[in-house]
């Protein structure tokens, strides 16, 4: 039963007034084939037509952010992200598009970049402070706060020059956050720092959150966004692939690298593959570690893993059916064949393993056909890569034709929140 406190609460939310509004906005980058470094070079291509090439960081891009919202934006390296968030605190203009701001913006983008090496930190406060918008008694009223955050008392009138980098950051953090102002702009700022500083910027945010100001947060920690944010946008290529519940789009950005991953593994395998008929040395089966009796009578020789069609396929869901095909070669003629298939998880924990010998299985139609296959129905796997061991052995378990422990890695993708190897349905009583 939702109450009506919480019912009160998600309208408040819908009915917050807009703080950052961007409309079909569209940013080009002109990107010169040459590149010109000496006044020689100059000199020899100014009577030469130069070539260029337009590239478009951001494409019709749109959004809506609430005032008193954690937005995140995710993505994975040059999507656009941060060319976005320059754009919205005013270093970028947009070559076509709507953006509306109601708010003074406090960008966290390059920090320390306007410091002055040759200046104290006290006095790298003042202009750093006044460069932000704050008056000369607002900054005194606030110095001690500023540095007692950045907790950098014993080096505050040290030159910046003989800070380390992570110092300059804390210091220049320290300062943005207490700009006062009404939207933050957080592009990795938080990539630089020990854990604990991190953790007290989070904690500022959060602070700020609650005091009904809106915070913009550029990352590549999931974890991050999935606690703090209340939603998020995924970005791809300048191009916008979802906006939704900070979940749902973590979701979706790592089913995007997932599916990203089988392409490049896919590639790998085809290069393999022409290498491979050209005579060159491949990733093939034979090239692996492996124990047995060097394949005198029977060798393994690849694996695929196929999807319910029995097309190939390395990235599944949670849930889906997959089979995994092993194959092999005789070199010379076995009175009993059997064959061991066991799936472990990345870190080598051992998650599932079948056989042959156990099961009963006939195996003479396996020898004709030079493959077995196991069809699994519903895996219940959770996020995480996986690979697989396969053994082929006679009638004693203990003395294999051939063995490879480590085969081929498959990822499994998996909405499930919960901690764990596997998915087993459950519901609180």
Sequence with gaps: MTSTTD???AASKKDRPIAISVKNVFKQFTIPHEKISTLRSAFVNFFKRNSYESFYALKDVSFEVKKGEFFGIIGRNGSGKSTLLKILAGVYTANKGVININGLVSPFLELGIGFNPELSGRDNIYLN???????????????????????????IDQKIKNYSSGMQVRLAFSVAIHANR???LMDEVLAVGDSNFQSKCLREFVRYKDMGKTVILVTH??????KYCDRAM??????????????????????????????????????ARIKE?????????????????GGKAVVITGVEFLDKNGKPKNVFVSGDDMSIRVYFKQHKEVAELNFGLAIYNDDGNYAFGVNTFMDEVDTQKYKKNGYCQVDYKNIPL???????????YGDNVHNAYDYVPRMKSFQVFSKDKNFGMVNIGYKWN
Excluded: H, P, W
């Design 7 to 9: 019912n009160n609460s």
């Design 129 to 155: 402070a006044t460069v932000l918008g704050l008056c000369e008694k607002e900054i005194d009223e606030k110095f001690d706060s500023i540095v007692a955050f950045s907790e950098l008392e014993r080096f």
């Design 182 to 184: 009404e939207i933050l």
């Design 221 to 226: 920690d999931i974890s991050t966004m999935r």
């Design 234 to 271: 995924l970005l791809r290529s300048g191009e916008v692939v979802m906006i939704g519940s900070a979940e749902e789009v973590a979701n979706g950005y790592i089913y995007q690298n997932m599916s990203d991953e089988e392409r490049r593994v896919m590639r790998d395998q085809e290069m």
């Design 277 to 293: 008929q050209k005579g060159a040395k491949g990733s093939k089966a034979e090239d692996a570690e492996r124990d047995g009796d």
């Design 382 to 392: 959770r996020t995480n890569s996986y690979y697989v061991g396969f053994a082929i």
